[in-house]
């Protein structure tokens, strides 16, 4: 399957065919369509198989084409478990959007947390960060996400394992209202934890494994 074959923003379009992406990897082809549709997902498959554009692809189709929810508050909020790899799909999602109106901003730990109220401030619409930080500024009310319109979990698993679980579900209240989407991406499925996860937070999600899982 082809991005071109897509029913996609033909900015979307030029990006990926810039960077000579031109086939979506398995994973992909498999969660693309659904998120588009506006389906909850969860889906699972190795390191390196193109997750990050199986979520963000949808995302950004979606700041094109609909209107936002609200003024102010992020559209989309992206966790992920480690600074190291929300800088990735930041930098993902950077080079995504570069040609487009749509501003995203990194939230991580680590880093002063009153110069980053000055960004919440600025309003972008979409924020990856890690769970800890982003939970700290919605219990301090630096910025608020009853708006927002997509809810992602990048390798929740490693979340959970890494002690976040009270956060991702303090953030899920945070945004809790019937027209959000969910997608949760976990190297792995079946264990209880994760399960149990994906049913506070997801509503009849689409389920995608790609690969055996481990
Ligand atoms: P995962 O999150 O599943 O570990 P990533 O999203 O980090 O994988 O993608 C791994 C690498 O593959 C990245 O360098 C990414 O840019 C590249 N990639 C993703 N999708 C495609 C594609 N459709 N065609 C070519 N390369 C891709
Ligand atoms: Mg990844």
Redesign the pocket.
């Given at each position: 399957m082809l991005?071109n074959d897509l029913p996609l923003d033909h900015r979307i379009k030029k990006v990926l065919t810039d960077k000579k992406?031109?086939?979506?990897?398995p994973?992909?082809a498999k969660v693309i369509a659904p998120a588009l549709k506006g389906n909850d997902i969860i889906a699972s498959?190795?390191?390196?198989?193109?997750?990050?554009?199986?979520f963000l692809v949808p995302t950004v189709q979606r700041l094109l084409k609909t209107k936002a929810l609200s003024k102010q508050d992020p559209r989309v909020l992206i966790l992920a478990p480690t600074r190291e790899l929300a800088k990735?799909v930041f930098f993902?999602a950077k080079w995504l959007t570069a040609n487009m109106p749509i501003t995203c901003q990194l939230i991580v730990g680590g880093e002063n947390y009153n110069d980053q109220i000055k960004v919440l401030r600025r309003n972008p619409q979409i924020i990856v960060g890690t769970a800890g930080r982003i939970a700290d500024h919605l219990d301090n009310k630096s910025f608020f996400i009853n708006g927002l319109e997509l809810l992602i979990f990048?390798e929740a698993d490693r979340m959970l394992d890494l002690g976040f679980k009270e956060q991702l579900l303090l953030i899920n209240r945070f945004a809790d209202h019937r027209k959000r989407q969910t997608m949760m991406f976990s190297a792995t499925l079946g264990r209880i934890e994760i399960d149990s996860l994906a049913q506070s937070l997801l509503k009849s999600p689409t389920k995608v494994v790609v690969g055996s899982a481990t």
């Open positions: 991005f992406f031109t086939d979506l990897t994973i992909q498959s190795k390191t390196g198989s193109g997750k990050t554009l199986a990735q993902e990048d």
